[in-house]
C-alpha cells in the first residue's frame, strides 16, 4: 500500500512569497497529480506529471521518481491562492485498474 | 462544458432510509471512480468502475453499492446508511487506465449527513 505524506501540513505566508508544497510516496507510481480544493470544497486538477517538471502561470510541480518525492512551487503568492493542495498517486494493478491514493492535504494561506 | 454532476450537493436524511448520489460526465470516460473525504484521513476510493457493467471495490466499499449500465452514470447508492457514512464524497472520471495515466476530473461533491 503506498504511503502519501505531504509536509506541511498548514502554512500561512504573505501575499507575493515563494511557496513550496511537498509531497512524498513509498511505492513506484504510474503519476502524480497535484490538486486543489477550495473551501467551497470542489477538486480542480492542477498537474499531472510522471517525470520532471510542469509549470502552469505561477504554478509549477517537479517530481524526482528515484527519490519518490514532488514539490508544488507557488511563485508571487496571491490570497486567492489560499486553498487545500492534495497530492496523490497512481497506481496501475495487473487486472488494468488504476487506483489513486492521496495525501491529507496541505492547507495554504496566504495573507494579504 | 466538460464536467462531472453530481447530485445532490447537500443531504441530511435519517439512518436506515436508502439513497443514491448520481454521477454523471459529459466526457466519453471509461473510467469513473467514488471517493470519500474525512477529516484527517484524506480522500479514499469506495468503488470504481472500468467500463459499462464493470465495477469492483475500493478501499472502503462497506455499506456502499454502485452501478454502471450506461457509460456516462454511476450512481452510489447508500442501501442502509448509518451515522459514520457522514462524509464529503466525491466522484471522479478519467479517460484510462487503457494502458496510460489520464488526469481526473472531479465532481462538486456531496455532503450527507447521516442523523
Known amino acids: 500500500k503506498n504511503e502519501v505524506e505531504q509536509s506541511p501540513q498548514n502554512l500561512t505566508a504573505q501575499e507575493g512569497e515563494f511557496i513550496t508544497i511537498n509531497c512524498s510516496y513509498s511505492?513506484?507510481?504510474?503519476?502524480l497529480h497535484w490538486l486543489q480544493q477550495h473551501p467551497g470544497g470542489g477538486i480542480v486538477s492542477l498537474f499531472m506529471l510522471s517525470s520532471g517538471k510542469k509549470k502552469h502561470g505561477r504554478l509549477i510541480a517537479t517530481i524526482n521518481i528515484q527519490e519518490k518525492h514532488s514539490s508544488l512551487h507557488i511563485t508571487a503568492s496571491h490570497p486567492r491562492d489560499s486553498a487545500v493542495y492534495i497530492c496523490?498517486?497512481?497506481?496501475?494493478?495487473?487486472?488494468?485498474?488504476?487506483?489513486?491514493?492521496f495525501g491529507t492535504g496541505t492547507r495554504l494561506t496566504i495573507i494579504p | 462544458e466538460a464536467q462531472v454532476t453530481q447530485n445532490p450537493r447537500y443531504l441530511i436524511t435519517v439512518t436506515g432510509k436508502k439513497l443514491t448520489v448520481t454521477c454523471s460526465q459529459n466526457m466519453n470516460h471509461e473510467y469513473m471512480s467514488w471517493y470519500r473525504q474525512d477529516p484527517g484521513l484524506g480522500l479514499r476510493q469506495i468503488y470504481y468502475?472500468?467500463?459499462?457493467?464493470?465495477?469492483d471495490k475500493g478501499d472502503v466499499p462497506e455499506g456502499y453499492k454502485v452501478s454502471r449500465k450506461e457509460k456516462r452514470n454511476f450512481p452510489l447508492i447508500l442501501e442502509s446508511p448509518s451515522p459514520n457514512q457522514t462524509s464529503l464524497y466525491f466522484c471522479a472520471s478519467s479517460l484510462g487506465p487503457g494502458g496510460l495515466t489520464y488526469g481526473y476530473t472531479f465532481g462538486s461533491g456531496t455532503r450527507l449527513t447521516v442523523v
Open positions: 496523490a498517486v497512481s497506481e496501475r494493478s495487473n487486472f488494468g485498474n488504476e487506483k489513486l491514493t
Open positions: 511505492v513506484g507510481i504510474s503519476a
Open positions: 468502475s472500468m467500463n459499462v457493467e464493470v465495477t
